[in-house]
């Protein structure tokens, strides 16, 4: 089946936030933010602003209702600053005028004024300083420094990889429309329409039930959306709220990239221990999480950096202790991974730096250490593995053995071309590591004409989940996918919604749809038999028609549903799901977190030009465990978009924030996302379908965030290029591999140009 808004999308009509038809006396809004990255603000003067054309009035933190708080895990992040500042872009005024352009010119005539304090960008400073958003925590298996001492082998060192910007291709929004009895109407483009609700209703002083947040679609998301939209949604919503007219604040993309969090930067120790077999003994890590300037979602995605810390791997001692450091930058967020990427990397560099010393190829290690079924991870649970089969099946089908031959004959053909290759394993937990958050509610109508229409919590931002959703009710009622729409999300249909996030959100609404429908279902069959006189286990649905033993009926769906009606049988069902035998206790850091794990195997080849530091991606060829797809058309998608993205994380992808606390990669012109061309020019994805049972919607595994992490080996297939050429170098693992990074690796001088560029940034 393919995607249900595949015909809008290609026609342009598809309907985002900014194409709502705004309503008469809409104003426009445009948010003034800190020009500093800390210090005390003394004063605020908005008088010149309010003064201009067209400006209708100007809001700071003096003007909120309810409360100046919109932190989620932890309350320590005000709406806009009242007393300090804490990261550049932070939310000081927000001008309210007749158009955007109005509103924008603005923002100019505001004056603040600000006494600098000590900025930090730095996460290992932040820790040294103290100044971290939670206590650390550690996860613990065997006894890691006891095991070093039999170590044959024991190798340490450090990472690093780089934030991430999201780039939705739909920039943050919100339009908020007053209803009556002083109610609000949110249109957002969030992930998280409960998270929305509950900021505004923390903002405004409503209660929850005077707050309706409606959410069509989205241009991505990402995980940009599942925290940060709360931000734009409330400061509209206190403008309707104070002005009792519609409010809209569409950001520019200068705007967003300045103003909001971005992936985890992440710097990290490691030390590894190996027998002579090549097993990996003991492992032992400390992450250190750039949080930025609050909590936001930092303390679960470093937990979940701790959940992946060992990537695919069965290693028997280990101690992993994460940090989550306060800086100043704009508070970091959910981005596609969750934190599992950035784990996964330190181990795949402490794999890479054992090969390195033992000169052997990291595969050999990798291989070794591939997770089994019933092994147990360092959280107690213990897993149903794929990791051997995507393994053996990639080295199989894509012919390792002869991929490597011809890597080593290119290279000893060529001395200004060389090429690497890297074996990117990967396995990625299912469910949100918070349990109480794997719940989800469908609300499902069958009309008396036979048409279909349901809602649920889920999010549609381009994952294809509404398609899921779809085939979900077509599948349970047996009719065609046309007689079924999928509503908007909306919290005054399901309430208490989870984000769309955590690749669960098929799975989660899934289910309660699956739950919603085969109530209804069970009721027409019911029907059926007392309209036929049989029993009802005779009875099947099937091409919308009623199946008495398997064969065809007079009585179709829509004669069905009208008898059911005249009987007076509801045709409506609410469905509730619950993850069912997870559980997580943070004192021991011991559980069952997750449904199932989702594995992989992906072998990346890149040629790096020695003469110029540039490169390309030759091929990813990736055996990908799905489950049993139920919609292959779609999960391909999201292997493509993940993978891409993955790599643009780990190559060209650089943000760079000043020692000020600036952000000088904040336009397109300096921050570079892949295009066409730096794609791999060949992508080979082959199904694992398996049909074992799962917790799956269907058995089909969630896709959204795990082929991301085939990303990471783009990184070590280029760290193994560069060794192809200067066999002398030992590459930092300091990711992205940007040209100029490679350029400077390839000579030998990348750990020069990195002082040399710390010693210019502390210059400046
Ligand atoms: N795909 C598209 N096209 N757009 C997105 O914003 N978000 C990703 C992934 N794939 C995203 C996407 C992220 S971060 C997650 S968690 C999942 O989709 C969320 O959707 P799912 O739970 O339905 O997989
Ligand atoms: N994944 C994604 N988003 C989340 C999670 C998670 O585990 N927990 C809270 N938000
Ligand atoms: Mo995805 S980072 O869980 O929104």
């Known amino acids: 089946m393919k995607n249900i808004d595949s015909y809008t999308h290609t026609r342009g009509e598809s309907i985002y936030l900014d194409d709502i038809p705004v309503l008469y006396g809409t104003l426009y809004a445009a948010c003034f933010d800190s020009p500093v990255a800390h210090g005390k603000l003394i004063n605020i003067d908005t008088t010149a602003a309010a003064a201009c054309d067209g400006v209708f009035r ?5 003007d909120i209702i309810g409360e100046n708080q919109i932190g989620g895990i932890i309350q320590d992040e005000p ?3 009242d007393h300090e500042v804490h990261f550049c872009g932070m939310p000081i005024a927000l001008v309210l005028a007749e158009t955007g352009e109005a509103a924008r010119h603005a923002l100019k005539k505001i004056k603040v004024e600000i006494e600098p304090l000590p900025v930090i960008t730095n996460p290992r400073e932040a820790a040294a300083k103290g100044e971290l958003i939670v206590p650390p925590r550690t996860f613990k298996i065997g006894d890691s420094a006891a095991v070093f001492a039999d170590c044959d082998y024991v190798f340490n060192g450090c990472c690093d990889t780089n934030g991430q910007e999201h780039l939705y291709i739909e920039t943050q929004g919100a339009y908020a429309v007053p209803l009556e009895n002083g109610a609000i109407k949110i249109y957002s483009s969030t992930q998280g329409p409960t998270a929305v609700q509950r900021a505004v209703s923390k903002v405004t002083g409503l209660p929850m039930h005077n707050i309706e947040i409606d959410v069509t679609r989205l241009g991505g998301g990402f995980g940009g959306k599942e925290d940060q939209a709360n931000i734009w949604a409330a400061m509209c919503a206190l403008a309707t709220q104070i002005t009792r007219r519609p409010v809209k604040y569409s950001l520019t993309r200068m705007e967003d990239m300045r103003m909001t969090g971005k992936r985890h930067p992440y710097s990290s120790d490691f030390k590894i221990g190996l027998s002579k077999e090549l097993k990996i ?34 290693i028997p001692n280990v101690t992993a202790t994460a940090y989550s450091c306060r800086t100043h930058l704009p508070p970091n967020t959910a981005f596609r991974g969750f934190g599992g990427p950035q784990g996964m990397f330190v181990i795949e560099a402490a794999i890479a730096k054992a090969a390195d010393e033992l000169g052997i190829d990291a595969w050999q290690i990798q291989q070794k250490n ?35 031959k011809n890597v080593d004959d290119f290279n000893a053909k060529h001395s200004l071309h060389k090429k690497g290759i890297a074996v990117m394993p990967i396995c990625f937990g299912i469910s949100f590591t ?129 008898a059911a009606y005249n009987k007076r049988i509801s045709l409506s069902e609410h469905g509730h799901y619950a993850t069912p035998d997870i559980y997580f206790d943070k004192k021991t850091e011991k559980g069952h977190p997750f449904a199932y794990h989702v594995y992989g ?44 993205q993955g790599i643009g994380w780990m190559t060209m992808e650089e943000i760079v924030y000043d020692v000020n606390g600036q952000l000088k990669s904040n336009a397109l012109s300096t921050y570079k996302v892949p295009d066409i061309y730096s794609a791999p020019k060949d992508i080979r994805i082959e199904f694992l379908q398996t049909q074992k049972d799962n917790l799956a919607i269907f058995r089909s595994k969630a896709v959204g965030e795990p082929p991301l ?15 192809n050429f200067n066999s002398a170098v030992k ?23 990195r002082e040399i560029n710390a010693i210019q940034a502390a210059a400046h």
């Open 58 to 62: 100007v809001l700071t933190y003096k």
């Open 79 to 81: 709406l806009f600053a």
């Open 281 to 314: 003994l003991a492992f032992e890590t400390t992450i250190f999480q750039n949080a930025g300037a609050a909590a936001d979602l930092s303390p679960a995605v470093l937990e979940r950096s701790l959940f992946h810390c060992t990537n695919t791997y069965f």
């Open 370 to 404: 591939l997770l089994q079924s019933g092994d147990e991870l360092p959280y107690g649970q213990k897993v149903v593995s794929e990791a051997n089969e995507c393994w053996n099946k990639a080295f199989d089908l894509y012919d390792m053995e002869s991929i490597k």
């Open 434 to 562: 918070n349990t109480l958050m794997n719940q989800a509610r469908a609300l499902v109508h069958v009309y008396t004409d036979g048409s279909v229409v349901v809602s649920t919590g889920a999010v549609e931002m381009g994952q294809g989940v509404n398609t899921k959703i779809a085939q979900v009710v077509a599948q349970t009622f047996a009719i065609n996918p046309a007689m079924i729409k999928v509503n908007s999300t909306n919290t005054y249909r399901i309430a208490n919604t989870s984000p769309s996030a955590a690749s669960a959100t098929a799975d989660l609404n899934g289910k309660a749809t699956l739950i919603a429908c085969t109530a209804i279902a069970d009721r027409l069959k019911s029907i059926a038999a007392t309209e036929l006189n049989v029993s009802v286990n005779d009875i099947t649905l099937k091409d919308e028609c009623v199946f008495l033993n398997g064969n065809k009926t007079e009585l179709g769906w829509n004669k069905l549903v009208l």
């Open 601 to 644: 195997t992906a072998i990346t080849e890149v040629t790096v030009d020695c003469l110029r530091g540039i490169y390309e991606i030759d091929s990813v060829k990736l055996v990908h465990d799905f489950g049993s797809s139920m919609n292959p058309l779609i999960d391909l998608g999201q292997i493509e978009g993940g993978l891409v």
């Open 709 to 723: 992490m085939y990303g990471i080996g783009a990184f070590f297939a280029l760290r193994n290029a560069i060794k």
């Open 731 to 753: 590459p930092l693992f300091d990711s992205p591999m940007t040209p100029e990074k490679m350029l400077m690796n390839l000579y030998g001088n990348a750990s020069a140009f």
